[in-house]
């Protein structure tokens, strides 16, 4: 019995003294667990998670925990914290989407781990600036070559009309002429099959093929595609006259038997992130007639009355439309991807916390886009905010993470801004545009990617 009370005496004085002199160590952050184990709150968070992010950083603060399906997403919505984000030696951006990888494109651990270095510094030293305007030639004239297949007049949505000429536009700029799908049919069920595989991707990229059958075959699909494109790229890479494409840069430094799976993911990477944004920008432009206006006056002024069926946009053009350029800025801005992630490889300070390792830091750019310190009026479609950007000079403004950041920031962004800042440059040249339905929300569904809009926007267009 007095051993009891002598061990209970001790334990009370030492949490006593803890409690009264001992410094506050940094703990976790507050976590939502749910009340189901391991699956946790992800029922909640799967319904809609960029208003959960927001209704979770309201009640909890700027960093919290969700435990979902076994995984914990940390978040991480204060500016001051990104750095931590992109530049800490205790996050890596590999181990985070080695999985996902895996799950979407069939590339085996150890050939990710090996080759994932490679194929990025090819693709960045391949889009930089400089190379990017040595292609916008090539996709002036695969524009305006598609969207003449669209015929002088008619009626669609929009989206689906975007999707019908930049598909087979920027893979024919990338990956090959050779490589473009070709006649109608076969641009027909390359179309089926990649929105098969887009809109499924983020499921796909967490669950394994069993449970997504239809998707699971178009991946297939879309693999054995591209095993012939990278032969197809091999076989032309001394016979055509053009420079090597990106695909024929991959097929001569990356020796590897996923290959094509990586092209799969380039392809991917190309246009599931700027179809959505030109959707966008498009239809944030015609439907503000004051806006509409300015870029028509901008466009007209540029490009002249050159011929409409064959439409020259040089860079010396495209500077020429700023306001067209801020358009395209403040859509991305404003349709930004839902989150972007890292996982913690060592204990991460952030705030008064220390994050564990395992778990997956999350950031969105999206409500980072919505912080009014940097975008006051966060949900007004602004062009004219970019002008404080130095876009000549590729600086663009300050609390702008559409991209991300560090050294996996998006090796595309040039050449994004690039081809959509042309694209909707010449649709808007050629065509006269009636809005049918009111522009659509975004859905709340999405964090991989940029916003999808959550219902129809059908469009009228003409020729000019
Ligand atoms: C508006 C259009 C686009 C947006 C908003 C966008 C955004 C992003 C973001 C947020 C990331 C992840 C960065 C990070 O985690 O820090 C990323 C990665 C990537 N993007 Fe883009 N992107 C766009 C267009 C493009 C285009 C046109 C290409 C190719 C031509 C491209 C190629 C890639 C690739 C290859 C990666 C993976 C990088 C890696 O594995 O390290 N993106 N993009």
Not at 135 to 152: K, M, P, Q, T
Not at 162 to 167: D, L
Not at 363 to 391: C, G, I, Q, T, V
Request: glycine share 6%; net charge neutral.
């Amino acid at each position: 019995m007095e051993w009891i009370t002598l061990i209970l005496t001790v334990s009370i004085v030492i949490i006593s003294f803890h409690l009264i002199f001992g410094k506050s160590q940094p703990s976790a952050p507050p976590c939502i667990r749910g009340w189901i184990p391991w699956f946790g709150a992800a029922f909640e968070f799967g319904k809609a998670p960029l208003h959960f992010i927001q209704q979770a950083r309201a009640k909890y603060g700027p960093v919290f925990t969700v435990v979902a399906a076994g995984k914990r997403l940390t978040f991480v919505t204060l500016n001051e914290d990104f750095r931590a984000f992109f530049n800490s030696k205790d996050v890596d951006f590999e181990q985070a989407v080695q999985e996902p990888v895996y799950n979407t494109a069939s590339i085996s651990k150890d050939s990710f781990f090996k080759t994932h270095p490679t194929c990025i510094s090819i693709i960045k030293g391949r889009l930089t600036p400089g190379n990017t305007a040595m292609l916008s030639a090539h996709l002036c004239e695969e524009f305006n070559d598609h969207l003449e297949s669209l015929g002088s007049e008619g009626s669609g949505q929009l989206n689906e009309l975007i999707k019908s000429v930049m598909y087979p536009a920027v893979m024919s700029n990338l990956l090959g002429r050779c490589n473009s799908p070709s006649s109608a049919l076969s641009r027909q069920e390359f179309f089926e099959k990649f929105t098969t595989y887009d809109d499924g991707f983020e499921y796909g990229s967490q669950l394994p093929d069993m449970f997504l059958k239809e998707w699971a075959n178009s991946k297939q699909w879309l693999i054995s595609l591209l095993r012939n494109m990278v032969a197809n790229a091999e076989d032309t890479l001394y016979s055509e006259s053009y420079e090597k494409t990106l695909l024929q840069h991959l097929t001569t430094s990356v020796p590897d038997k996923y290959l094509p799976n990586y092209g799969l993911l380039l392809l991917w990477a190309s246009l599931a992130n700027a179809i959505p944004i030109t959707f966008w920008a498009i239809a944030f432009i015609v439907s503000n007639p004051e806006v509409y206006k300015i870029a028509m006056d901008q466009i007209s002024t540029a490009l002249g009355d050159q011929d409409k069926k064959k439409t020259k946009v040089t860079l010396d053009d495209l500077q020429q439309m700023p306001y067209v350029k801020w358009c395209i800025m403040e859509g991305i801005r404003l349709r930004a991807p839902g989150a972007i992630t890292r996982k913690v490889v060592r204990p991460l300070k952030l705030q008064n916390y220390i994050i564990p390792p395992g778990d997956m830091l999350m950031l969105s750019p999206y409500w980072a886009h919505r912080n009014p310190k940097y975008f006051p009026d966060p949900e007004d479609f602004k062009p004219e905010r970019w002008e404080k950007a130095d876009l000549e000079k590729n600086v663009l403004l300050e609390g702008f993470v559409a991209f991300g950041g560090g050294k996996n920031q998006c090796p595309g962004r040039w050449y994004a801004i690039m081809e959509l800042h042309m694209f909707v440059a010449l649709i808007l040249h050629k065509f006269e545009f009636t809005l049918l339905d009111p522009v659509p929300k975004p859905s709340p569904l999405h964090l991989v990617g940029t916003q999808q809009p959550d219902g129809p926007c059908t469009v009228r267009y003409k020729h000019r």
